[in-house]
């Protein structure tokens, strides 16, 4: 083990430059150029999501003996 590994002299970094904008950095993006995603695929990935809700709920409710409804095991 390094006995001078804790020293008064703290190594500092030299300052990161500032970050310039410029046009080039940017990206036109066309509106028709995006997905369009119908009626029905919404509908069925909503139906996923709500799927997938469900389930991560059923797994993190509590079990039976965990829940105690009967409380008679005070």
Do not use: K
């Not at 029905?40 to 105690?68: K, N, T």
Request: glycine share 2%.
């Amino acid at each position: 083990m390094h006995t001078n590994r804790l020293t008064a002299e703290v190594p500092t970094r030299p300052p990161l430059p500032t970050p310039t904008w410029t046009p080039q950095t940017f990206v036109l993006c066309p509106f028709p150029g995006l997905a369009m995603v119908t009626a029905e695929q919404w509908l069925m990935q909503q139906w996923v999501y709500r799927w997938a809700f469900e389930q991560a709920q059923a797994v993190v409710r509590p079990s039976i003996l965990e829940r105690d409804l009967l409380g008679v095991w005070n």
